[in-house]
T-cell receptor
Framework: AQKVTQAQTEISVVEKEDVTLDCVYE???????LFWYKQPPSGELVFLIR??????QNEISGRYSWNFQKSTSSFNFTITASQVVDSAVYFC??????????????FGTGTRLQVTL | DTGVSQNPRHKITKRGQNVTFRCDPI?????LYWYRQTLGQGPEFLTY????????KSRLLSDRFSAERPKGSFSTLEIQRTEQGDSAMYLC???????????FGPGTRLTVL
């Protein structure tokens, strides 16, 4: 079975603070894919990043960075210098590569980020 | 706009009625997915199509639920004899053949009174 845990239900920060959203996953697949999605108040899930299990390089995209550590089964997401527009619910998701796990995304319960002025 | 579209965006119905939702995927995507999201939860997988073939169904998809993708393009999700527990956001996503990112539509919010 696949599982994604986002232990932080809600985080509040003041604008310009850095914030890290935690994601821990479980899978038996040796090849798998990890994702982060953003869900703003409008409701539409916006794809942010995909990371393959065989590529542990961290990634930076503007103010966003992702830290993938296979040893701890974690795929954490950091927003640097947060802005009010970052306020949203962020979901971490996992997809396997085997029959039964390859077609669907397994999502965590999400972390609601509130950025205030 | 060439993203995933869903109609209607909102649906209010009385318990026991049938409802049907439509999803139009990104045109070049052959894979189409349906998810359900309840308040405070992440989306949960319902079913998956590759072209017109329905290849996987979740146990969440009871006999009252049926999905089709007749020509391998748009898809419909029908719920018969709706129950209050069916109230949720129904999300559609599409993807290409490389099994990578799934791109989501805006969802259909169903309220069953």
């Amino acid at each position: 079975a696949q599982k994604v845990t986002q232990a932080q239900t809600e985080i509040s920060v003041v604008e310009k603070e850095d914030v890290t959203l935690d994601c821990v996953y479980e899978t038996r697949d040796t090849t798998y894919y990890l994702f982060w999605y953003k869900q703003p108040p409008s409701g539409e899930l916006v794809f942010l990043i995909r990371r393959n299990s065989f590529d542990e390089q961290n990634e930076i995209s503007g103010r966003y960075s992702w830290n993938f550590q296979k040893s701890t089964s974690s795929f954490n997401f950091t927003i640097t210098a947060s802005q009010v527009v970052d306020s949203a619910v962020y979901f971490c998701a996992l997809r396997g590569a085997n029959t039964g796990t390859a077609s669907k995304l397994t999502f965590g319960t999400g972390t609601r980020l509130q950025v205030t002025l | 706009d060439t993203g995933v579209s869903q109609n209607p965006r909102h649906k209010i119905t009385k318990r026991g009625q049938n409802v049907t939702f439509r999803c139009d995927p990104i045109s070049e995507h052959n894979r189409l997915y349906w998810y359900r999201q309840t308040l405070g939860q992440g989306p949960e997988f319902l079913t998956y199509f590759q072209n017109e073939a329905q290849l996987e169904k979740s146990r969440l998809l009871s006999d009252r639920f049926s999905a089709e993708r007749p020509k391998g393009s748009f898809s419909t999700l029908e719920i018969q004899r709706t129950e209050q527990g069916d109230s949720a956001m129904y999300l559609c996503a599409s993807g290409d053949g490389s099994y990578n990112e799934q791109f989501f539509g805006p969802g259909t919010r169903l309220t069953v009174l």
